[in-house]
C-alpha cells in the first residue's frame, strides 16, 4: 500500500540555521506531494505542494522538489526563525483519493 | 472566519459513553473527511463524504462509529461505548473536487477526545 516515511525528531536548530527535513514515499500509482504544518494548538495547515515530478513547491521560505527517481520530497528553508516551531507532516494522494501522512517530524527553533 | 470548524474542541468522558462531534466545512466544498491522530502520529483516515455520500470507509472506523452528512454541508462522527484506545485528536477536512480534480484539504483545529 501507499505509504511516507519521515526522518525522526525532535529536530532542535537554532535560530537562521538551515532545515532539512527528508521525506521519501511509496505509491501504487502517481502521487501528489504535500507537506503540511501544524503549530501548537492548531489544526495542520498546507504549507505546499508539488503534483508532478521536478515540480518544486514553495511558501513562506521553504521549499520541496519531488524527485520521483529517488521517490522523495525533501522540505527545506534556508534560515530557520523560532516562529517555525511546529510539527510538519509530508503527506501523498493518488488520484482524488485521501492523503496518506508521514509520523510528522517535529521543529523546535531557539533564538 | 470561514475556515473549518470543529464543536468541541475539547471532550472528556467516561468509558462506554456515546460522544458526537460536529464539522463544517468551507462552504463551497463539496468533499468533507474525517481523521483521527494520535499522539507523535500523522492523522490516519477515517471516512469521506462527496457531497451527502458517504464514498469510503477505513478498516479503522469499527461498527461503533458512525459518520454523517445529511444535507451535504455540516458532518457528526459518533463513536458509541467509547473505549479506552478511542482516545485521539479527531479531525476534519474539506475539499472542492470539480473538473480540476481533487483541490488541496483544509482542515479544522480539531476535537480532542479523552477517555477516563
Known amino acids: 500500500g501507499d505509504s511516507v516515511t519521515q526522518m525522526e525528531g525532535p529536530v532542535t536548530l537554532s535560530e537562521e540555521a538551515f532545515l532539512t527535513i527528508n521525506c521519501t514515499y511509496t505509491?501504487?500509482?502517481?502521487?501528489?506531494l504535500f507537506w503540511y504544518v501544524q503549530y501548537p494548538g492548531e489544526g495542520l495547515q498546507l504549507l505546499l505542494k508539488?503534483?508532478?515530478?521536478?515540480d518544486k513547491g514553495s511558501n513562506k521560505g521553504f521549499e520541496a522538489t519531488y524527485r520521483k527517481e529517488t521517490t522523495s520530497f525533501h522540505l527545506e528553508k534556508g534560515s530557520v526563525q523560532v516562529s517555525d516551531s511546529a510539527v510538519y507532516f509530508c503527506?501523498?494522494?493518488?488520484?482524488?483519493?485521501?492523503?496518506?501522512f508521514g509520523p510528522g517530524t517535529r521543529l523546535s527553533v531557539l533564538p | 472566519d470561514t475556515g473549518v470548524s470543529q464543536d468541541p474542541r475539547h471532550k472528556i468522558t467516561k468509558r462506554g459513553q456515546n460522544v458526537t462531534f460536529r464539522c463544517d466545512p468551507i462552504?463551497?466544498?463539496?468533499?468533507l473527511y474525517w481523521y483521527r491522530q494520535t499522539l507523535g502520529q500523522g492523522p490516519e483516515f477515517l471516512t469521506y463524504?462527496?457531497?451527502?455520500?458517504?464514498?469510503?470507509k477505513s478498516r479503522l472506523l469499527s461498527d461503533r462509529f458512525s459518520a454523517e452528512r445529511p444535507k451535504g454541508s455540516f458532518s457528526t462522527l459518533e463513536i458509541q461505548r467509547t473505549e479506552q484506545g478511542d482516545s485521539a485528536m479527531y479531525l476534519c477536512?474539506?475539499?472542492?473536487?470539480?473538473?480540476?480534480?481533487?483541490?488541496?484539504?483544509?482542515f479544522g483545529d480539531g476535537t480532542r477526545l479523552s477517555i477516563l
Open positions: 477536512a474539506s475539499s472542492f473536487y470539480g473538473e480540476l480534480g481533487n483541490q488541496p484539504q483544509h
Open positions: 505509491a501504487t500509482g502517481y502521487p501528489s
Open positions: 508539488a503534483t508532478k515530478a521536478d
Open positions: 503527506a501523498l494522494r493518488v488520484g482524488g483519493q485521501n492523503f496518506v
Open positions: 462552504s463551497e466544498h463539496n468533499r
Open positions: 463524504f462527496q457531497n451527502e455520500a458517504q464514498l469510503e
